[in-house]
């Protein structure tokens, strides 16, 4: 999954309950009206590897079998229009390959053998970033984020790789090794993208600003995947900072396995010149300032709302510095002498001084 600005969006991927009984077609189904607004789902509990970690799981050709049965949660899915499609106020699976999800009665059980699964994973993972960024106040006492119904084409990408574009404004996820769409911190990575996007546009348009996108992306999706853990109670067994845990397990040998992690510790002389080697420079500042608002008793939800809303005023080509600066001078107005000394100190730890 890889972004670069998002013309040509994605988060590279080395190559990122039961049930599932028939459901009623919608040429003979009665839809469920416009007041059912809340379904249920079954989704993965952010995803396999991270809930349970065991490291030894593989895709094994999208077999039920490959996964314990634990590996999954029924979760509200909020928010729907009640058209009987997973379609609502945040999130729009538009188009995908197999048969399209619909309910009768706003129910969608699946498990990983059935393409409806991951169309059900897409809504409720993009419906939860959109709704873990307006529990931080974006679209109430702050400005909005994204704040519109997400098109999502599930499977519609033949090769193991996902992205966003900001021309036709959908996100689209891949399939092959472990299908994209299987693990909520690829699909919340891409929305991540959708986020810059709406905030500044054209975002991404220099090395660097490109390579923050792809950071905060990694960054997004760790944060919303252990909050979502923390809303329902789910269990995390796998290192926080690993990104895309089972994704990863295709094309990774060693453990744990991840995509990319936010603690690698680089420095900004260690860049590349390739956006998502460097963008673990800025997600490892992010990380880093993360523990530190901790360690202040801020919590990490200050500074996730510090950084969301700091991003309004990055340039579309911004730098690594000019950004840290906006960022910084976001903590002193919001947080005070304290934080803001926090994120100079996580920026400087890469290097990133202004």
């Given at each position: ?22 459901l009623a ?7 469920p ?5 809340t ?57 995908n ?27 409720f ?26 098109d999502v ?12 574009t ?37 975002f ?9 996108g ?141």
């Amino acid at each position: 999954m890889t972004h670069t600005p998002r013309t040509t969006v994605a988060l590279l991927a080395a190559t990122c309950l039961l049930g599932g009984g028939a459901l009623a077609s919608p040429a003979t189904a009665t839809k469920p009206g416009s007041g059912s607004a809340t379904g249920t789902g079954s989704v993965f509990m952010v995803n396999p590897v991270q809930s349970s970690g065991d490291q030894s799981l593989t895709d094994q050709k999208d077999a039920a079998a490959a996964v314990p049965a634990t590996a999954y949660a029924t979760v509200p899915l909020r928010n729907l229009d009640g058209s009987g499609y997973l379609v609502g106020r945040w999130a729009n699976v538009r188009s995908n390959t197999g048969p399209t999800a619909y309910s009768t009665s706003n129910t969608f059980a699946y498990t990983r053998d059935d393409d409806r699964f991951e169309q059900v994973m897409a809504y409720f993972w993009v419906n939860q970033a959109q709704e873990y960024l307006q529990s931080l106040g974006f679209g109430s006492r702050l400005r909005p984020v994204n704040a519109e119904s997400q098109d999502v084409r599930v499977d519609q990408y033949g090769i193991d790789n996902s992205y966003s574009t900001d021309k036709q404004d959908f996100i689209r996820l891949g399939k092959g090794g472990v299908d994209d769409a299987e693990d909520g911190e690829v699909i919340v990575h891409e929305y991540g993208h959708a986020v810059h996007d709406s905030q500044v546009s054209g975002f991404g348009s220099s090395l660097d600003a490109g390579s923050i996108g792809e950071a905060f992306g990694d960054y997004l999706s760790v944060t919303v995947g252990l909050d979502a853990a923390r809303q329902y109670g789910w269990p995390v067994k796998a290192p926080e900072p690993c990104v895309a845990d089972w994704d990863s397990v295709s094309y990774t040998s060693t453990t744990p396995h991840c995509l990319r992690r936010l603690d690698t510790g680089l420095v900004l002389e260690d860049r590349k010149g390739e956006v998502h080697y460097d963008g673990t420079i800025w997600s490892g500042a992010l990380w880093d300032i993360r523990q530190r608002y901790v360690a202040l008793g801020l919590g990490t939800r200050a500074w996730d709302t510090t950084l969301v809303d700091s991003q309004f005023g990055y340039a579309a080509d911004t730098t690594f510095q000019a950004a840290a600066k906006v960022t910084y001078a976001a903590a002193l107005k919001r947080d005070g002498s304290q934080a803001a000394a926090a994120v100079r100190a996580g920026f400087a730890a890469r290097h990133i001084y202004f």
